[in-house]
């Protein structure tokens, strides 16, 4: 079964590479029109040439998600230039790993705050379209985490900040979910740097997955198309965990 998202409206957060970059491309390659910022330009721009083989419309804006006005700023222009709002997924993340005021700093301006400033600025227009929002939260938000302690709280906070939105917007008919992926591996990921600079965290972390590897971004760009499709359309306020068992071993 084909899921097609011809004429829909698609906004990605943090899209440059990793998850963010595979969700942008399977909703333009499902027939979407999409938006994507990032905080680096050039990750942007080699994105935008990614999308535009699928012939879409294409917009994309260097974006830093810790500042209320450039989100603000890239939720209207991108609604402006496709012409709407059908999908807004937050992906990006601060990845606030210490201890510290700089590793809480992070999470939770990234995180957590990101994803609510591109929230709010999206719901008129989600609103006229009864439309979905999926943002990205982590297995880390639902397991005690110590080694990365900020991180794994922020992105509970995201599971709970997802419930009470998809509460709180079930009377629009805009629907919120959120996917909590498992250990994903990818260029430029945590993951694969963790493959050279500890890698006996590395294995032991592959060995705990039951499905004999780490996820893709591709994993998790799948379940986010399903969720913004129809045939999760009383589908709201959920988590989905997508992660090859690895948080049931």
């Known amino acids: 079964m084909e899921i097609s998202f ?56 260097a974006c830093d998600l810790g500042d209320e006005s450039q989100v603000t700023g890239f939720v209207n222009d991108a609604a402006k230039a496709l012409g709407g709002i059908d999908v807004l997924v937050n992906n990006a993340s601060g990845m606030g790993m210490k201890d510290d005021e700089s590793g809480w700093a992070a999470s939770v301006n990234i995180d957590l705050l990101g994803t609510a400033r591109a929230t709010r600025a999206a719901v008129p227009f989600l609103e006229q379209s009864k439309g979905s929002i999926i943002n990205i939260s982590s297995i880390s938000g639902l397991m005690a985490v110590p080694r990365t302690l900020p991180y794994a709280a922020i992105k509970a906070a995201l599971i709970n900040y997802t419930m009470g939105q998809g509460l709180a917007l079930a009377p629009k008919q805009i629907r919120v979910n959120a996917i909590a992926p498992g250990s994903t591996t990818f260029p430029g990921g945590v993951w694969e740097g963790r493959k050279i600079s500890d890698p006996e965290l590395y294995q032991r972390r592959l060995e705990g997955i039951p499905w004999g590897r780490f996820g893709s971004p591709e994993d998790i760009a799948k379940v986010a198309l399903f969720l913004a499709s129809d045939l999760a359309g009383w589908v709201t306020g959920q988590t989905i965990v997508v992660d090859g068992g690895q948080s049931l071993a």
């Open 6 to 61: 011809k004429g829909k409206k698609v906004l990605v957060g943090g899209a440059s590479r990793g998850i963010g970059r595979s969700i942008a491309l399977v909703f333009a390659g499902a027939g979407a029109d999409v938006a994507i910022c990032a905080r680096g330009p050039e990750g942007v721009r080699a994105v935008e040439a990614e999308l535009r083989r699928h012939g879409t419309k294409v917009f994309g804006m």
